[in-house]
């Protein structure tokens, strides 16, 4: 009986091996940076939860939920909305892929 092995795709980000689309992909990309920095921003405060929570007129599961990086519960909506509510403003650049 011969041994047959695969060689495993390779993908050039974990966004892109976990997405069914380059499109979703990219939307996972944008939501990951975004949540990555609304929790320094939350970090370089030093604020609790709980004041995060208020500062970003959300619940303080839901900024858990940010700070633990669960990304699929987040839309970029929400992020964006997120971001102002902390006085920040979120640029957007295209470039090509």
Request: proline share 2%; glycine share 4%; with cysteine.
């Amino acid at each position: 009986m011969s041994k047959t092995t695969t060689k495993p795709d390779r993908f050039a980000s974990v966004w892109d091996a976990l997405a069914d689309s380059a499109e979703e992909a990219a939307n996972l990309k944008v939501r990951a940076e975004l949540m990555r920095k609304i929790a320094a921003l939350v970090q370089d405060k030093d604020w609790t939860q709980a004041v995060a929570a208020e500062q970003c007129g959300i619940s303080q599961p839901r900024i858990n939920d940010l700070l633990r990086g669960r990304i699929g519960r987040f839309s970029l909506d929400a992020l964006v909305n997120i971001a102002a509510a902390l006085g920040q403003q979120v640029h957007v650049e295209l470039e090509a892929a």
